[in-house]
């Protein structure tokens, strides 16, 4: 209760989950089928978003025993940092750290670090193993979407269920010579609900057609009376496809939000976790090899990385 006052008189919008089922009478947006133009100006107020963050949230999977508890940050654009833990901090081995910056992005679990550098995830040419996306796609699955006029899209459909469907064709960044030129965009499907327009799924689609991520979104907050006024999920059920290997599912709880406060952000919080200790993996270089990961990796105690991993240090040093 005294952290959710002070977040109360920071300023801030807070926006509660214990208060869900009473308070969230959404307005209806849509009394008909919209067109683009009006489904881009509504998914566009989520650009009001700037920062998220939440000390009250929880993750589950059914590779987990236990719920994880923790928090997450996200700045507009590419910093990220969620860390969760069984009970306390000192448990680091059972616990689970993503993050990114805008130059790259990592998640550490079991005493494994798997990270990439932006510029050479986007442009790597291999099948993606262990992650299909980054961690920082997980603010898409939250719901904060935009609709970027210089990306093609598809007009509305209304669905037979009632929902509408929004398809976004998102450019691969660079040229993917894995496919045709006809068809080397990301796919992004929303389904929103009919009326109200609250964002309930997020799939994402790579340009050879295969389903890599997807979010079902649910229990929405309704933050009209705020000054954000965009509708903001409580519970993200999240599956990961890479093009090899398991799918990864996971479930994400969100308490409550804080957004668009700056106060506890300090200079290391979208950096890499310090190494000491970690069997640390380049996804492009495993991506580009071919090469599993161990099942038991060696743990290092030295604050090296393994040999061909200099780039590692090398950006560490230079940040």
């Known amino acids: 209760m005294a952290f959710s006052l002070v977040f109360a008189t920071t300023g801030a919008t807070c926006a509660r989950r214990e208060t869900l089922q009473r308070n969230f009478r959404p307005p209806v947006i849509f009394e008909q089928t919209p067109t683009l133009a009006e489904v881009t100006q509504h998914l566009n107020r989520s650009l009001a978003i700037r920062r998220i963050e939440s000390n009250s949230l929880t993750v589950s999977s059914p590779n987990i025993p236990v719920k994880l508890k923790g928090s997450l940050i996200w700045e507009r654009t590419e910093n990220f940092s969620l860390q969760a833990y069984p009970f306390t901090r000192a448990m680091m081995g059972n616990g689970l750290i993503a993050g990114s910056n805008p130059e790259m992005f990592w998640l550490q679990t079991q005493g494994d670090l798997f990270y990439a550098r932006y510029d050479e995830f986007n442009r790597q040419s291999g099948p993606r193993k262990i992650l299909p996306v980054s961690p920082l796609w997980l603010r898409e699955a939250m719901g904060i979407v935009e609709m970027n006029p210089s990306y093609r899209h598809d007009a509305p459909l209304r669905r037979g269920d009632g929902k509408l469907q929004v398809v976004t064709y998102i450019p691969s960044q660079p040229f993917d010579p894995r496919f045709p030129q006809q068809n080397t965009e990301y796919k992004r499907v929303l389904i929103l609900d009919g009326s109200f327009g609250t ?10 057609g295969k389903l890599v991520a997807q979010a079902t979104q649910s229990e929405h907050d309704d933050l009209e009376s705020s000054e954000i006024g965009w509708p903001l999920p409580h519970r993200i059920d999240v599956q990961l496809h890479p093009d090899e290997g398991e799918s990864l599912a996971f479930t994400v709880e969100v308490g409550f939000y804080l957004l668009n406060d700056d ?35 060696p743990v290092y105690t030295q604050a090296q990385p393994p040999p061909g991993q200099s780039s590692l240090v090398n950006y560490r040093t230079v940040r």
């Open 263 to 297: 106060a506890s952000a300090t200079a290391s919080t979208f950096t890499l976790p310090d190494l000491t200790g970690l069997s640390t993996y380049d996804l492009v270089k495993m991506n580009a090899s071919l090469q599993a990961v161990p099942p038991n990796p």
């Open 199 to 208: 964002i309930e799924q997020t799939l994402l689609y790579n340009p050879a």
